[in-house]
């Protein structure tokens, strides 16, 4: 299955340069947050796959104008194709605004979880805003991760974490792709394609 990830800045390609069909090869796309919510819903118009999204940090008109024909998957679990995917939005709390969580505040959203994560077996994909504290953050405040997510990673183990709002634009010297215990760590900054298929 090929999985179009996307986070915090618009691909021209898709939207105002767009051409038909360039969407087509993908099976399914997930948004790690910061993105205009028409974006969006041009976005799953035009592809032959469903959008699934969690909130960034700066997704406040979202109450207001979601992203129409999506589905927001921000603190819950849902399973496609086989492909079990969390959804955490968000990102740590360094000012007063919406999306944002201290530490105390992402952990208590993970335990709400944790009966479906057992009712699933588990979950392949963990869509992210911040990424985990440590791998593939930022040394600013506003940018660190989550030392809960990395706990989740820990006791979880998901294929997979995407992730956006270190923007790879900003200078910041960190792999599009990491590795932390047997998960990979993907920054969709933009947009990436990862290819991942049901366990058998």
């Given at each position: ?95 007063p ?45 506003a ?47 933009e947009r ?9």
């Open positions: 299955m090929k999985i179009l990830c996307l986070a915090d800045e618009e691909v021209l390609a898709f939207w105002d340069m767009y051409r038909p069909g360039v969407l087509k090869e993908y099976d399914l796309i997930l948004s790690a947050g910061d993105l205009n919510s028409s974006y969006l819903s041009f976005i799953v118009t035009m592809a032959r796959a469903p959008v699934m999204y969690v909130h960034g940090n700066h997704d406040t008109g979202y109450e207001e104008k979601p992203p129409e024909g999506c589905d927001c998957i921000d603190g819950q679990i849902v399973e496609y194709r086989g492909l079990r995917i969390l959804g955490l939005g968000g990102c740590r709390k360094y000012r605004g919406k999306h944002q969580y201290t530490e105390k505040e992402m952990r208590r959203r993970i335990r709400k979880l944790r009966w479906q994560i057992a009712k699933y077996g588990g979950v392949d994909i963990v869509v992210t805003h911040t990424p985990p504290e440590g791998v593939g953050d930022s040394d600013d405040y940018h660190r991760g989550s030392e809960a997510l990395l706990e989740l990673l820990d006791q979880y183990h998901p294929r997979f974490l995407v992730h956006g709002h270190v923007h790879l634009n900003y200078g910041h010297q960190i792999p599009r792709e990491m590795e932390y215990n047997g998960t990979r760590i993907i920054n969709a900054y990436y394609v990862i290819d991942v298929e049901p366990d058998k």
